[in-house]
C-alpha cells in the first residue's frame, strides 16, 4: 500500500505570493491533518479534515487554509506569503478522524519564502 | 492546554549504549502519549504510544517507554544505540480534547562509533 504523498516537496516563492501544497493520503484513510515545522516553533497543528469537513482548526492567522475533496485528498493554501511561512508543511492521513488513530506522516513539503 | 516539554535538544551516545530520551506532559486525565521518530528529509513515524493498561510500552526498533504518571513523565529508551538509530525524536500528547497532538521541541540523537 503506497505511503503518504505530498506535492511538491520543494518550493521556492516571493513575500506577497501564494502557494498550494498537495496530499494524497493511503487509500482508504478518509482524515487528513496538516502540520507546520519550524526550527522555533517545532510542530504546530494546522487543521485537521474529515469527510471534506474542517474537523479541527490550530492557532494560524486566516492566510492559512484547506480543503478536502471526495477521494480524501487535501490541498492546504498560504495567500499573502511572509518569510515566517518558510517551513517544512506535513501532511498525515488515518483511517478516521481523531488524533487518537495512528496517523501515517508523508515526507512534507519544504517551503522557502524569499 | 496541554503541553510537553523534553530535556535536551541534543543527546550524544556511543554505538551500543544506552538511549535514554526525556519527556514530561502536563497533567491530563488521561493521557495519551507518543513517540515519533524522524529520519533526514523524511516525515514522522510513529515509534510508540500509550493509551491505557500497561505503563511499559514496547515499540519498533527495540524502543520502548515507560509512563509514570506520578511523574507525569514517558521517557523513552534503547538498551543498545545502533548508527541508524541517530534521527530527531518527538514526543506528543493529545490534546483535553483527543482531536490533535501536541507535540515537544524534539531531541536530535547523535550516535558515534
Known amino acids: 500500500k503506497a505511503g503518504v504523498t505530498q506535492t511538491p516537496r520543494y518550493l521556492i516563492k516571493t513575500r506577497g505570493q501564494q502557494v498550494t501544497l498537495s496530499c494524497s493520503p493511503i487509500?482508504?484513510?478518509?482524515?487528513v491533518s496538516w502540520y507546520q515545522q519550524t526550527p522555533g516553533q517545532g510542530l504546530q497543528f494546522l487543521f485537521e479534515?474529515?469527510?471534506?469537513?474542517?474537523?479541527n482548526k490550530g492557532n494560524f492567522p486566516g492566510r492559512f487554509s484547506g480543503r478536502q475533496f471526495s477521494n480524501s485528498r487535501s490541498e492546504m493554501n498560504v495567500s499573502t506569503l511572509e518569510l515566517g511561512d518558510s517551513a517544512l508543511y506535513l501532511c498525515?492521513?488515518?483511517?478516521?478522524?481523531?488524533?487518537?488513530?495512528?496517523?501515517?506522516f508523508g515526507p512534507g513539503t519544504r517551503l522557502t519564502v524569499l | 492546554a496541554q503541553s510537553v516539554t523534553q530535556l535536551g535538544s541534543h543527546v550524544s551516545v556511543s554505538e551500543g549504549a544506552l538511549v535514554l530520551l526525556r519527556c514530561n506532559y502536563s497533567s491530563s486525565v488521561p493521557p495519551y502519549l507518543f513517540w515519533y521518530v524522524q529520519y533526514p528529509n523524511q516525515g514522522l513515524q510513529l515509534l510508540l504510544k500509550y493509551t491505557t493498561g500497561a505503563t511499559l510500552v514496547k515499540g519498533i526498533n527495540g524502543f520502548e517507554a515507560e509512563f509514570k504518571k506520578s511523574e507525569t513523565s514517558f521517557h523513552l529508551t534503547k538498551p543498545s544505540a545502533h548508527m541508524s538509530d541517530a534521527a530527531e525524536y518527538f514526543c506528543a500528547a493529545l490534546n483535553s480534547g483527543y482531536s490533535t497532538l501536541t507535540f515537544g521541541k524534539g531531541t536530535m540523537l547523535l550516535v558515534s562509533p
Open positions: 479534515y474529515f469527510s471534506e469537513t474542517q474537523r
Open positions: 498525515a492521513s488515518s483511517l478516521v478522524a481523531g488524533a487518537r488513530n495512528e496517523q501515517f
Open positions: 487509500s482508504g484513510h478518509r482524515s
